[in-house]
């Protein structure tokens, strides 16, 4: 086993460090107030390789694994999660699915431009009455000679209102349950589907969370996403894969929330010296450092895992219960550490405070993943 990255993994994380400090970080709180989708950065992201970072190069992507992509969320996380989010939702789910379960036709067409950054994806899958219960899917999916017609809606579906491609769940057999579940992509601009409220969140603010409706939108039979009635299975397996970046993002909104503690902690002085020097706050740093190290472990070991072809359900449980959870907390300690000062929106922690929540919820809550790991140990015995 090897703890250490590799030249060229340290020379992709100073790229993307340097890139976030320079383009990001003096429009984070800009960009949180208003809730701006930050395009340009987008674009740039995909100039830079970063949009299909783990994909082939024969699909447009950078031909890197997933423990180099992982490296590139933790990194823009650090400095904007709403930033990194938007490129999770689209590389590891949008974009995944096609990889995952595309025809060599559908990758061509879709992969391609997706993991080149020329179109943006999103992924849907949650609707208003099946949000951990995703087998309750109702939107609905009728073929009609050679083409499916589309009718229902999705909801939290992150970079709904500016994705050029969509690829959603529908129910296509209402018999067979889970196993009538199926995968289609959208085309933006395709008549009868559109994208509808937008969310008015709490954390990770300039990410765009949307409705998306379908109004019997017609698509032609060849996008349909893999076999007909294994939609929802194939989702199982790409959600292993966007929960390890989940566990990503949330440890890059973890470091960044402790380096601005540690900074805080060395430049705010009572009692006539920093308040480095007192032990409560030391000890606070010393638990923030280390569950982040471990956050990070769990990460990369479901992450190389992944490279290496292996099934990674209970591992990328792991990493995104144990990361977000920790994520939060360190949030938690980072606003604590900075006492009122922590309150307010002057400094960074308040930010990572309410950006960090999602990572227990979103693509599988705390709860969630605590069910997958119990039933992946079990399984043999029950």
């Known amino acids: 086993m090897d703890f250490e990255f590799s030249d060229e993994q340290r020379e992709i994380q100073r790229s993307v460090r340097e890139f976030s400090e320079r383009e990001m970080r003096p429009h984070v709180m800009e960009w949180d107030e208003a809730q701006t989708f930050p395009q340009e950065i987008v674009s740039r992201m995909g100039q830079m390789g970063l949009m299909g970072a783990a994909f082939p190069r024969k699909y447009?992507?950078?031909g890197l694994g997933y423990a180099e992509y992982c490296m590139i969320v933790e990194e823009l996380a650090r400095v904007d999660g709403s930033v990194a989010i938007i490129l999770a939702a689209h590389h590891s789910l949008c974009a995944g699915h096609i990889h995952e379960a595309g025809t060599e036709e559908q990758k061509r067409k879709y992969l391609v431009p997706l993991a080149r950054g020329e179109k943006l994806g999103c992924w849907s899958l949650t609707e208003p009455q099946a949000g951990s219960d995703a087998g309750g899917t109702r939107t609905t999916a009728q073929l009609?000679?050679?083409?499916?017609?589309?009718n229902g809606s999705k909801t939290f579906t992150s970079n709904g209102s500016y994705a050029d491609?969509?690829?959603a769940m529908a129910v296509t057999d209402k018999v067979a349950k889970k196993h009538g579940i199926s995968a289609f992509i959208i085309e933006r601009g395709t008549p009868g589907f559109r994208a509808g409220k937008k969310e008015n969140k709490l954390g990770l603010r300039a990410s765009d969370t949307a409705e998306v409706i379908f109004e019997d939108c017609r698509i032609p039979r060849e996008n349909c996403l893999g076999k007909p009635g294994e939609g929802f299975i194939d989702s199982?397996?790409?959600l292993d894969h966007g929960r390890i970046s989940i566990a990503a993002l949330a440890v890059g909104m973890a470091q960044g929330a402790f380096e601005a503690s540690v900074n805080y902690a060395g430049e705010r002085r009572q009692f006539g010296q920093p308040i480095a020097k007192f032990e409560a706050i030391q000890?606070?740093?010393?638990?923030?450092?280390?569950?982040i190290d471990a956050a990070r472990l769990l990460t990369l070991r479901a992450?190389?895992?992944a490279d290496r072809g292996q099934r990674v359900t209970r591992q990328a449980a792991m990493a995104k219960l144990f990361a977000g959870e920790v994520a939060v907390r360190v949030a938690n300690?980072?606003?604590q550490i900075h006492g009122g000062y922590g309150f307010i929106k002057d400094y960074p922690v308040e930010k990572y405070y309410r950006d960090v929540k999602l990572c227990t919820i979103g693509e599988g809550t705390s709860e969630i993943q605590r069910l997958v790991i119990s039933r992946d140990l079990l399984h043999a015995r029950l």
């Open 165 to 167: 491609l969509c690829v």
């Open 60 to 62: 447009g992507g950078a």
């Open 283 to 291: 000890w606070k740093l010393a638990d923030m450092a280390t569950e």
């Open 144 to 150: 009609h000679g050679d083409e499916w017609v589309l």
């Open 236 to 238: 199982l397996k790409v």
């Open 303 to 305: 992450a190389s895992l």
């Open 333 to 335: 300690e980072a606003v």
